[in-house]
């Protein structure tokens, strides 16, 4: 089937430009041409956003689909089909907000991931890396200090793993991309959620970290790490490891280890404004707020390091339970030191970049996938982009209208 969408501003991602007026021919999925125009398709179905500013769909590099719940130890005590409906649910609110393609960095698996590619769930095309690996006490590890053993066979629900040692890491490594993972997820440092560890903790040594993106490099993938402490960023990027998540503590000197080996960053405002303003009430667990305050503040100061020296920073939230409904705030949270054009970027090019599918997504260009959010206003506008959730009124994931309000 043929689609023309019709009287359209047309985002320029790369340029941070709009062209107006615009017509986007959609064929099978993919955008067959952009134009003034639309002579030659008087037989093609037609959408008219009438003067409506189109962008690529946004891309969030750092999600967890199945995390319904804020207390993520209830996970692995609930039934995996109770949780695949959870999920259902989660993946359709985030197509709602305009998010076309997520990067699950714990939780989501093969399974998943087929449901939406079927068309069985609603949502955005999800890319994997099932289990975060994690040693024992590390952030991956959700026991109490009470408790020696629990069942964590893999078929239960978890973010994560434990593995230690160089045999057990390469095993579990393995174990993730015998499964399709897109990508490995490790735990580099300590964490908020977890209960036994402190944020200032270094988890894996540097050869277990080695190790592990040695065994993504054979398989054409990279690695992905948790970390927040300058020392623990630098021991991962030293290693290999080709994305940090959060880094809210890291300093000059790290980021310019990070620039000098090419490494993207995914900083994650959203959930530590979440948990400071309403963690608590959402469900998350009472004695573990107190880590909050330790990295609070410090992670709009990492953006802006990080933006200064032209790191390439990709959007990510990592917001759980109801506190989801919050996925667009990482762009009014960023703009104190990050200027539109670039958080428009960070959620399309440089997220598709991140993601290795930059020829495919993130642009709207011939040859790529007709995924779009559109909106009222001018997304370059710092007030329009905080406002970013109101303004939205209709989405399209792979030619696929899912969303048309008013229209």
Request: glycine residues 10%; proline residues 4%.
């Amino acid at each position: 089937m043929i689609t023309v969408i019709k009287n359209v501003d047309v985002v320029d991602v790369v340029a941070g430009t709009i062209r107006p007026g615009q017509h986007i021919i959609v064929e099978d999925g993919f955008i067959r041409e952009v134009s003034h125009t639309n002579d030659g398709f008087n037989d093609a179905h037609v959408i008219d956003l009438n003067g409506l500013t189109i962008l690529p769909g946004l891309i969030d590099a750092h999600v967890h689909v199945t995390a319904y719940t804020a207390n993520l130890s209830e996970l692995n005590r609930q039934s995996p089909g109770y949780v695949a409906a959870r999920t259902a649910r989660v993946l359709r609110d985030m197509l709602s907000r305009g998010f076309t393609t997520v990067r699950d960095v714990g939780g989501a698996d093969f399974g998943i991931a087929r449901a939406v590619e079927e068309g069985y769930f609603e949502g955005p095309r999800v890319l994997y890396g099932g289990k975060a690996l994690s040693p024992t006490g590390g952030h991956g590890d959700l026991r109490p200090m009470g408790v020696d053993q629990e069942d964590d066979a893999y078929p239960f629900i978890s973010l994560g793993r434990r593995c230690d040692g160089l045999d057990a890491v390469r095993l579990a490594a393995r174990d993730e991309i015998r499964r399709g993972a897109h990508h490995i997820k490790i735990m580099a440092n300590g964490g908020i959620s977890s209960p036994t560890d402190r944020i200032t903790s270094d988890q894996f040594s540097e050869a277990e970290i080695a190790a592990i993106v040695d065994e993504a490099e054979m398989a054409n993938l990279y690695v992905v790490a948790h970390t927040y402490t300058a020392r623990s960023v630098a021991r991962a990027v030293r290693n290999g490891v080709r994305s940090i998540e959060h880094g809210n503590l890291i300093d000059q000197e790290t980021v310019a280890l990070m620039k000098e080996r090419g490494v993207f960053f995914v900083p994650t405002l959203a959930i530590f404004r979440a948990l400071a303003d309403e963690g608590v009430a959402a469900g998350y667990p009472p004695d573990r707020t107190e880590k909050i305050s330790a990295v609070l503040d410090g992670g709009i100061r990492a953006v802006e390091l990080a933006h200064r020296a032209g790191i390439p920073m990709a959007y990510g939230t990592d917001l759980i339970g109801p506190m989801q409904r919050l996925q667009l705030s990482e762009f009014g949270l960023r703009l104190e030191v990050v200027p539109p054009a670039d958080l428009i970027r960070s959620a399309t090019i440089v997220g598709a970049e991140l993601l290795r599918r930059d020829n495919e997504i993130g642009r709207i260009a011939p040859g790529y996938r007709a995924d779009f959010v559109a909106v009222r206003g001018d997304p370059f506008d710092a007030d329009v982009l905080k406002d970013f959730e109101n303004r939205i009124h209709w989405v399209m994931k792979d030619g696929r209208e899912a969303r048309k309000d008013g229209l």
